[in-house]
């Protein structure tokens, strides 16, 4: 039955958590067992009250989350949910559409391809190109990937979709040791084993080299897909795209773009030279719910052979109808059938924010990110591991006698619960990775940071190297 104080209940104590986010840690409450008691309470033989549910939800929930849209937030790249995405994606569960194919939700269907093209323009991809909504870079990645994989072979007179991938030509991938853990999810569940794949060197920044890529293609004279990077996980860093795509232009391959939350920089004023080529590509993978805001779960996977991407992901059946005059349909570009109407969020932000204002949020995260590397510089300790272009900082700090102390700076940082931050490991080091991908902080913010950056510093690293640690 239908209650409208269960919305009203799910409003208030949503914008409740949202208006105290920054007053509080942002490290959840309580560990996973006191968490599970709180969620463990048995499946009851009748159904509660809908009410007493949905506060003890809340009360158990919010002892286990992380501030990811506070302002003290500085570890993973995570987007900050924008307000009017979330009023938007509130609509979109009350409505209830399934935006499998334009009959079933025709709104979320024009919402999505609308969007999409709104997309395309701002990331400055070639306009014919096709598109799909899906759930993040790694399904956005699988699709361009299996479009990759079908064009690919029908280029050598194999048809993929009806003879299968038994006794097909044998496709390599050359991919970037740096590349990111979610293309090898893709590429391992469209079947490309480890021992397909090309590992191409890395440069210290962690982009490809294209003299290593030229030397290992040119021993390979088979189909091939040449997988490139906008963004490095750890330092922002952008292959060289005009270079890669000339190379696969003369190899007859096809060039995927990884570019999760980097390609966003094609919609900034100041940083759209590092993105220069990518619009060559024949694919790109790309985040929504990190630098675009909208709420989890958003990612898109545009083709610029829509022929190629509709014969890898269509799906047809008696009971999808279809007509002349609809819109289009979803399910000729996404694996999925049943999904949800994740256009509606998507035209709702991108309406609220504007091109501007989506140059404003990238921007300001990355001057954010440039602000605090200059600061932490100062520290002679602290050792950041590339030039800071994007939104990216990756740190080591060692002692005076080159001993490493990240780990303990890390966990100093943590036991104080002002600052969200995380370790990582890149390259067998033990790094602290600060990400600035959320809506923009000021300058005091970073500021305060840094000092307190600075004094954590210090007491790790007191009295052994204390003259060696200068205030900021």
Not at 4 to 18: I, V
Not at 184 to 199: D, E
Not at 334 to 349: C, Q
Request: charged content about 20%; some cysteine.
């Amino acid at each position: 039955m239908f209650n409208k104080d269960h919305f009203g209940f799910a409003a208030d104590r949503a914008t409740k958590y949202r208006e105290n986010v920054n007053t509080t840690s942002p490290y959840p409450d309580l560990g996973a067992d006191q968490l599970r008691q709180l969620f463990s309470t048995g499946l009851p033989e009748q159904g509660r009250p809908g009410h007493d549910v949905l506060v003890q939800l809340a009360d158990a929930a919010e002892k286990g989350l992380v501030g990811s849209t506070g302002d003290s937030f500085y570890s993973w790249v995570m987007g900050a949910s924008d307000p009017v995405g979330i009023a938007a994606d509130w609509l979109t569960s009350a409505w209830g559409q399934n935006a499998a194919i334009y009959q079933t939700a025709p709104s979320a269907a024009i919402a999505e391809e609308v969007a999409g093209s709104w997309l395309l323009d701002l990331l400055r991809l070639p306009k014919e190109s096709s598109f799909a909504f899906t759930t993040g870079a790694t399904m956005a990645s699988f699709i361009c990937l299996a479009a990759a994989r079908s064009e690919i072979s029908r280029r050598r007179g194999w048809d993929l979709e009806r003879n299968g991938l038994f006794c097909a030509p044998e496709i390599r991938v050359f991919v970037s040791s740096e590349a990111h853990s979610s293309i090898y999810s893709a590429l391992r569940y469209l079947g490309f084993g480890s021992s397909r794949l090309v590992k191409v060197e890395a440069d210290r920044e962690g982009a490809m080299i294209v003299k290593d890529l030229a030397e290992k293609m040119s021993k390979y004279t088979g189909p091939s897909i040449i997988i490139a990077q906008a963004g490095h996980i750890n330092t922002g860093a952008f292959d060289d795209f005009n270079a890669i795509c000339d190379l696969a232009h003369a190899h007859n391959s096809w060039v995927h773009i990884d570019g999760a939350f980097g390609l966003w920089a094609n919609a900034s004023k100041q940083r759209q030279h590092l993105g220069a080529g990518s619009e060559r590509a024949d694919s790109w993978a790309v985040d929504g719910h990190k630098w675009l805001q909208i709420p989890y779960d958003s990612g898109f996977g545009f083709v610029k052979d829509e022929r190629a991407h509709q014969r890898a992901m269509s799906m047809t059946a008696g009971y999808l109808n279809e007509a002349l005059e609809d819109g289009r349909n979803p399910t000729h570009f996404a694996p999925e059938l049943s999904r949800r109407a994740r256009g509606f969020s998507v035209w709702a932000v991108l309406q609220h924010l504007g091109r501007a204002g989506i140059s404003d949020i990238v921007d300001g995260n990355c001057n954010n990110a440039r602000r605090l590397g200059a600061h932490l510089r100062k520290i002679p300790s602290v050792n950041i591991l590339h030039e800071v272009i994007l939104n990216q900082i990756s740190l080591t700090i060692k002692d005076q006698d080159g001993q490493s102390q990240t780990q303990a700076v890390i966990d100093k940082l943590q036991a104080h619960g002002i600052f969200f931050v995380k370790e990582a490991d890149w390259c067998g080091v033990k790094i602290l990775r600060l990400s600035f991908s959320s809506k923009t902080k000021t300058d005091s913010q970073i500021d305060e940071f840094a000092d307190h950056f600075n004094t954590i510093c210090r007491s790790v690293l007191e009295p052994k190297v204390a003259t060696h640690c200068n205030a900021i």
